[in-house]
């Protein structure tokens, strides 16, 4: 398969507790994004990378939240001190520099009691 | 700031009827607009993307149009059915590389 993958695809925390997940993208792709959607909502931007470099990081992105991606192709967004606000999920998305078209993976749902 | 709004947020029809769901945004400055869709519980399925030079783009039954003065996107799905319905995002990324979405239709065909 060659789309982007994410895991886990569904993770049960407990508030407090730190959470991890990985994205790995369409491997020719130098972009990567991630995104948090919940119930009836559209998918809202959380950062970006070009290769390795992080661009740009929504004002959603609490000091709680990290991501990374250091070798320019899989990425992790860690959840530190996980709240029940947190819960929902968390989008992945690759796409090349000349066209910008965004492929999405199945998503990681984080659930938070 | 970008905004992108899709009405109605849901919508309901019978087998085989043409239909077209819109989308308007607010800043015209943008470098691509893409139509998505969701099942339920599943990751985004990109359908068609649109660059800013251009005014539409077609892919079997679904058709999306896009005028970036008016600030609006039309997609165009012919001859629907039961397996159209779904949840359909519109996007548009601007000039920072960023994507904006709306909140979706959610389509219903019944058979």
């Known amino acids: 398969d060659t789309g982007v993958s994410q895991d886990p695809r569904h993770k049960i925390t407990k508030r407090g507790q730190n959470v991890t997940f990985r994205c790995d993208p369409i491997?020719?792709?130098?972009?990567l994004y991630w995104y948090r959607q919940t119930l009836g909502q559209g998918p809202e931007f959380l950062t970006y990378f070009q290769n390795e470099a992080q661009l740009e990081k929504s004002r959603l992105l609490s000091d709680r939240f990290s991501a990374e991606r250091p070798k320019g192709s899989f990425s992790t967004l860690e959840i530190q001190r996980t709240e029940q606000g947190d819960s929902a999920m968390y989008l992945c998305?690759?796409?090349?520099?000349?066209?910008?078209?965004?492929?999405f993976g199945e998503g990681s749902r984080l659930t938070v009691l | 700031k970008q905004e992108v709004t899709q009405i109605p947020a849901a919508l309901s029809v019978p087998e085989g009827e043409n239909l077209v769901l819109n989308c308007s945004f607010t800043d015209s400055a943008i470098y691509n607009l893409q139509w998505f869709r969701q099942d339920p519980g599943k990751g985004l399925t990109s359908l068609l993307l649109i660059q800013s030079s251009q005014r539409e783009q077609t892919s079997g039954r679904l058709n999306a149009s896009l005028d970036k003065s008016s600030g609006r996107s039309t997609l165009y799905i012919a001859a629907s059915q039961p397996g159209d319905s779904a949840t359909y995002l519109c996007a548009v990324t601007g000039a920072n590389s960023k994507l904006t979405f709306g909140k979706g239709i959610t389509l219903s065909v019944r058979p």
């Open positions: 998305a690759s796409s090349p520099v000349n066209t910008g078209e965004l492929f």
């Open positions: 491997s020719e792709h130098n972009r």
